[in-house]
T-cell receptor, first 113, second 114 residues
Framework: QQQVKQSPQSLIVQKGGISIINCAYENTAFDYFPWYQQFPGKGPALLIAIRPDVSEKKEGRFTISFNKSAKQFSLHIMDSQPGDSATYFCAGATNSGYSTLTFGKGTMLLVSP | NAGVTQTPKFQVLKTGQSMTLQCAQDMNHEYMSWYRQDPGMGLRLIHYSVGAGITDQGEVPNGYNVSRSTTEDFPLRLLSAAPSQTSVYFC?????????????FGSGTRLTVV
């Protein structure tokens, strides 16, 4: 059972455009939703995260939008740059007990110059 | 501050061989875990540990063994390698138990089983 569904699988955006990656979760006990960025040959790195008590979080050009009732959240990359080309993973976890992160399958983003 | 260090970076094994993937962190993190990454499958949890002497299975534990004798080290053992275990393996750590904090990942071990 896939608890976090991520789409699209791949995305091509022109430089300066907006990249949007969507995730939906099934486990209503999730209360922590991070996004990870992975460059080729590297391990994933935490990019930005949100908790369900807010509907939006912005850090620079990266924004998470969160819709608790729909059990969906998305990553928006404004003014996308070629350096943003990477694989992005969304994830969910509960903030209690021996919880672990459950990842989506990833989105490969290519920002064309 | 090295963070999470994984060795080796690359490995080729023959079917049936055993080996240990090493993971060490110098951040005094309680939580450590192993993930495998396969194309189109995302990151799948193999095993995790919430402290020295405490380990548990994740989503895909079969064929793998772990132990945690110290806070710093969390090795992953392949008991009898199979081609299905060809993957990129990542070790991750977190300062607290529970998912409410970011993970720090190592740079990965690319394993090929022939």
């Amino acid at each position: 059972q896939q608890q976090v569904k991520q789409s699209p699988q791949s995305l091509i955006v022109q430089k300066g455009g907006i990249s949007i990656i969507n995730c939906a979760y099934e486990n209503t006990a999730f209360d922590y939703f991070p996004w990870y960025q992975q460059f080729p040959g590297k391990g994933p790195a935490l990019l930005i995260a949100i908790r369900p008590d807010v509907s939006e979080k912005k850090e620079g050009r990266f924004t998470i939008s969160f819709n608790k009732s729909a059990k969906q959240f998305s990553l928006h990359i404004m003014d996308s740059q070629p350096g943003d080309s990477a694989t992005y993973f969304c994830a969910g976890a509960t903030n209690s007990g021996y919880s672990t992160l459950t990842f989506g399958k990833g989105t490969m983003l290519l920002v064309s110059p | 501050n090295a963070g999470v260090t994984q060795t080796p970076k690359f490995q080729v094994l023959k079917t049936g061989q055993s080996m240990t993937l090493q993971c060490a962190q110098d951040m005094n993190h309680e939580y450590m875990s192993w993930y495998r990454q396969d194309p189109g499958m995302g990151l799948r949890l193999i095993h995790y540990s919430v402290g020295a002497g405490i380990t548990d299975q994740g989503e895909v534990p079969n064929g793998y063994n772990v132990s945690r004798s110290t806070t710093e080290d969390f090795p992953l053992r392949l008991l009898s390698a199979a081609p299905s275990q060809t993957s990129v393996y990542f070790c991750a750590s977190s300062p607290i138990v529970g998912g409410g904090y970011g993970y720090t990942f190592g740079s990965g071990t690319r394993l090929t089983v022939v």
